[in-house]
T-cell receptor, first 113, second 114 residues
């Protein structure tokens, strides 16, 4: 079945550091790819998405590119802030109708001032 | 901005008891989902619901679980006889038909089974 693998956490960085969180997937067909973020005590919020190969999703300074050849969707940010501290989930879904999200295990990110 | 709401935010129940978790989807959304997240683990799909019927369910969603949309607005998840291992955060999610397949999540209900 479909699956998503994320880099192991937790990740701790200093403010203004460069961030990469790796995500690879296994899926049939052409899934859509997502990054969701979960701030402490809150639900999941969509951070960015890409629906086809070579698409780049971006939001709030975060970026991720849908790489079909490497089945990857790595999350990057050039300069992180303390407010970026959260748990980040990579996920995929099918491309039609009611399609469940398949999540990675999540990566806890802590940014120190 | 419209949002998905869930009640209660926290439910404590004894093993063997029935619980009903409630979700109010965004008003024009047509696809509904329940997910759960056991503490420290990944978010897992339970069930999807469309056009008043289940479209897909996971192996977790056994006979102890059921979903319904009793009044055309609320979307509920019922666990008939709770077990200790049902303790988790339960998230409702919804999306539009034929849209960008972005699922909007509620804030979750933390279920604690003692």
């Amino acid at each position: 079945g479909d699956s998503v693998t994320q880099m192991e956490g937790p990740v701790t960085l200093s403010e203004e550091a460069f961030l990469t969180i790796n995500c690879t997937y296994t899926a049939t067909g052409y899934p859509s790819l997502f990054w969701y973020v979960q701030y402490p005590g809150e639900g999941l919020q969509l951070l960015l998405k890409a629906t086809k190969a070579d698409d780049k999703g971006s939001n709030k300074g975060f970026e991720a590119t849908y790489r079909k050849e490497t089945t990857s969707f790595h999350l990057e940010k050039g300069s992180v802030q303390v407010s970026d501290s959260a748990v980040y989930f990579c996920a995929l879904s099918g491309y039609q109708g009611a399609q469940k999200l398949v999540f990675g295990q999540g990566t806890r990110l802590t940014i120190n001032p | 901005e419209p949002e998905v709401t869930q009640t209660p935010s926290h439910q404590v129940t004894q093993m063997g008891q029935e619980v009903i978790l409630r979700c109010v989807p965004i008003s024009n959304h047509l696809y509904f989902y329940w997910y759960r997240q056991i503490l420290g683990q990944k978010v897992e799909f339970l069930v999807s619901f469309y056009n008043n019927e289940i479209s897909e369910k996971s192996e977790i969603f056994d006979d102890q679980f059921s979903v319904e949309r009793p009044d055309g607005s609320n979307f509920t998840l019922k666990i008939r006889s709770t077990k200790l291992e049902d303790s988790a955060m339960y998230f409702c999610a919804t999306h539009l038909q034929g849209a960008s397949y972005e699922q909007y999540f509620g804030p979750g209900t933390r279920l604690t089974v003692t």
